[in-house]
């Protein structure tokens, strides 16, 4: 007897970060301790990765591009980042019979994995309204990737990677404790965009209901990503914000979107100033290698614009952060916030 198979249907766990679309067109999801990849096209589930042994969280795409194909083929997409209730993070990726395979695991954590987000060089891609090759000259290195995650531990921990043959090396711990966060995101600060010296900024929201800004220290060609510290809190929401999403509208600003359980969506936007006065200055390379947030300096030390604004230092670079809008429509809880990507155009 000889058997075929001929479609896979499988159920999405029931969670908000468990859904992830990549830039060409393949869908990732978790069911149950499995990851299943869904291609749109035959509209059906192509294939499941097993190693998980409990219920997957959430699943991210590590892409070559920040820019979507033309094609629904995959082909931005080499790797796959997961992260489960069995406390592991697993990175996938791609062979080169076009199967996905388990090719590293992340172990620390001390509880369940909740929240990942990833930072490529390649999601320095062109900036809505510039031109392609403009945007290109503001890449870092195509090697470079952070992942962040966050767990039920109450810590965040920072994965780096400076070659794609290489292995990612734990950059640092955060300790949240008592809180816990709900939502993490990370970008590059604009204007510190260079091939030599990008400046990552992590977002980190949770039960406490304020955004805490962390950026990385002084880098250098032997080390491109120092340890981060952090910079400022941002209040308004009343209850814990559940996501959190950085978008590059432009190159000189880009965008902070979170959503909250108390039904609003708050965007920020951070964009660098030219004026040569200091208000609130970056802690040094000296102490910003320090892993605990008690080592933070707080919002209240800024200087403040209004009740919603600050203006801050980083390196020599000032930065103006401003709530923009707030979007006050739901009727309950806002889960997810999802930035439509820049396309590629003919211009």
């Not at 149950?32 to 219920?55: E, F, G, I, Q």
């Not at 340890?227 to 880009?254: M, V």
């Amino acid at each position: 007897m000889e058997c075929t198979h001929l479609f896979s249907s499988v159920g999405c766990n029931c969670l908000a970060n468990v859904v992830a679309w990549g830039n060409g067109g393949l869908v990732a999801f978790g069911a149950h301790h499995m990851v299943a990849l869904y291609d749109p096209a035959p509209s059906r589930v192509v294939a499941t990765l097993h190693a998980h042994k409990d219920r997957v969280n959430v699943v991210r795409f590590i892409e070559r591009t920040g820019v979507p194909s033309q094609s629904n083929d995959g082909g931005d997409v080499e790797e796959i980042v997961s992260g489960s209730t069995d406390k592991q993070i697993i990175v996938w990726r791609k062979g080169k019979d076009g199967k996905f395979v388990l090719h590293e695991v992340l172990p620390g954590h001390a509880d369940s994995v909740t929240c990942l987000c990833v930072l490529t060089s390649g999601s320095l891609g062109a900036h809505d309204g510039a031109p392609a090759a403009e945007a290109g000259s503001h890449r870092p290195h195509q090697q470079h990737v952070i992942i962040a995650s966050a767990s039920t531990d109450r810590t965040v921990r920072l994965w780096v990677r400076t070659r794609p043959d290489g292995p990612f090396s734990l950059l640092q711990t955060i300790n949240l404790a008592p809180r816990m966060a709900e939502a993490v995101s990370l970008a590059y600060l604009p204007g510190s965009i260079s091939p030599h010296s990008p400046v990552p900024i992590l977002a980190i929201g949770g039960v406490d209901s304020r955004i805490h800004l962390h950026v990385s220290g002084a880098s250098s060609d032997s080390v491109p990503f120092a340890p981060f510290a952090k910079l400022l809190s941002l209040e308004g929401h009343q209850d814990w914000i559940r996501s959190l999403s950085f978008s590059y509208p432009a190159p000189d600003h880009l965008y902070l979107a979170s959503s909250s359980q108390d039904n609003k969506i708050r965007l920020w936007r951070i964009a660098s100033l030219t004026s040569s006065s200091s208000l609130h200055s970056f802690p040094s390379s000296s102490t910003s290698s320090s892993s605990s947030s008690s080592s933070s300096s707080s919002s209240s030390s800024s200087t403040s614009l209004s009740s919603k604004g600050h203006i801050v230092r980083v390196g020599d670079v000032k930065y103006s952060v401003l709530l923009e809008s707030v979007l006050a429509l739901h009727s309950d809880w806002v889960y997810c916030f999802v930035w439509h990507p820049p396309m590629k155009t003919e211009a």
